[in-house]
């Protein structure tokens, strides 16, 4: 794999940090694209395993991805540079709204910016969720795209709140994990 600086890891994670609006979500297939795709630094499995550990650890999604992403890349290091860049856009954008609170929330621009994100983003999660389901499908993990279609439908049908999927999830690939292992044979 090729390397990177600390620097340009701060640089480019303050840079999509800057960019990405939208939450956690929004920052793996931008990560997925810059760190995998164009400089081929991570697999496609390390970032979804990244991305797992980051949606289940306290914190912001996108903080612990990136933090993540740049530990894996430069170690200690890497995840401190990638950590600050990362929240530091964030940081200056926040400061900045809520100084002026009153007057950006009053501007009609402003407003149909944010409903022109919402739509972005939406589409953006919609897109991810099927590269994830294609990615798993196409690496022969039938099993979790079945769990994760049935938490889906678990969760719109019955409107059962999604830490409980987490757990059923959690629960069903632990026995599963344990009966391959006591079923699985060594030639």
């Known amino acids: 794999m090729k390397q ?6 701060f640089y480019t994670s303050f840079f999509l ?3 990405s609006f939208g939450g956690g979500y929004i ?11 164009e400089k081929k630094l991570i697999t496609e499995d390390t ?3 990244l991305a797992a550990i980051a949606q289940s650890a306290p914190g912001a999604i ?9 530990y894996k890349i430069n170690g200690k290091a890497g995840g401190f540079a990638s950590f600050i860049g990362t929240i530091l856009p964030p940081l200056f954008i926040i400061s900045v709204i809520t100084y002026f609170y009153d007057f950006f929330m009053g501007q009609a621009l402003i407003q149909a910016i944010f409903k022109g994100l919402e739509v972005g983003v939406a589409v953006i999660m919609v897109r991810l ?3 994830m389901v294609k990615d798993l499908y196409q690496r022969d993990h ?7 279609l049935t938490g889906l439908l678990l969760s719109l049908a019955f409107k059962i709140h999604i830490v409980f999927i987490l757990i ?4 069903v690939v632990f026995m599963f994990n344990r009966w391959e292992q006591d079923h699985v044979t060594v030639d």
């Not at 990177?4 to 890891?9: C, M, Q, R, T, V």
């Not at 920052?27 to 795709?37: F, H």
């Not at 039938?142 to 994760?148: C, G, H, S």
Request: net charge negative.
């Open 4 to 9: 990177i600086s600390n620097l340009e890891l």
């Open 17 to 19: 940090s800057a960019v």
């Open 27 to 37: 920052t793996i297939p931008i990560l997925r694209t810059k760190y995998v795709e």
């Open 47 to 49: 970032l979804q395993d």
């Open 62 to 70: 996108s903080v612990n991805l990136a933090t993540g992403v740049g």
């Open 129 to 131: 969720v099927l590269d």
């Open 142 to 148: 039938k099993f979790a795209v079945f769990l994760y």
């Open 168 to 171: 059923f999830n959690f629960v």
